[in-house]
């Protein structure tokens, strides 16, 4: 199994980006994303739980702003995001597992992770 996301790249303050994560292997009714910005710990940011798309969850930080969603014939789980802040500045990783991922999941339980990707927003 691997997960490839990709999407970063550099964004001025309330710009948009769209990130991806593209699952090979096998399919996840379970994905969610995470972000790591520097000095700081990994945090959950969405997650989404259904093959449907129906059940998702975010963290407050990112509520109202980022949008979690699936494009099943791709085996892909998008992150809109919108109105970014300089404090969304972190490398994203999105994950997968046959567990709900949600903001007390541990990372250590996590089974997949892809390998990052970087989104800077500038002031």
């Known amino acids: 199994?691997?997960?490839?996301a990709c999407g970063g790249g550099l964004v001025q303050a309330g710009g948009s980006l769209r990130l991806?994560?593209?699952a090979s292997g096998r399919t996840f009714d379970?994905?969610?994303?995470?972000?790591?910005a520097p000095g700081k710990e990994r945090e959950f940011v969405a997650g989404i739980y259904d093959w449907r798309g129906?059940?998702?969850?975010?963290?407050?930080?990112?509520?109202?702003?980022?949008t979690?969603?699936?494009?099943?014939a791709r085996n892909?789980?998008?992150?809109?995001?919108?109105?970014l802040k300089p404090e969304d500045t972190a490398v994203y990783y999105c994950a997968a597992d046959n567990g709900?991922?949600?903001?007390?999941?541990?990372?250590?339980?996590?089974?997949?992770?892809?390998?990052?990707?970087?989104?800077?927003?500038?002031?």
Request: positive net charge.
């Open 100 to 123: 709900p991922i949600t903001a007390s999941t541990s990372l250590a339980r996590i089974d997949y992770w892809g390998q990052g990707t970087l989104v800077t927003v500038s002031s």
């Open 76 to 83: 892909t789980v998008l992150l809109q995001m919108t109105s």
């Open 54 to 66: 129906a059940l998702t969850s975010y963290s407050d930080s990112v509520k109202g702003r980022f």
């Open 30 to 36: 379970n994905m969610g994303w995470f972000r790591q």
């Open 20 to 22: 991806s994560c593209a």
């Open 1 to 4: 199994v691997q997960l490839q």
């Open 68 to 72: 979690i969603s699936r494009d099943n």
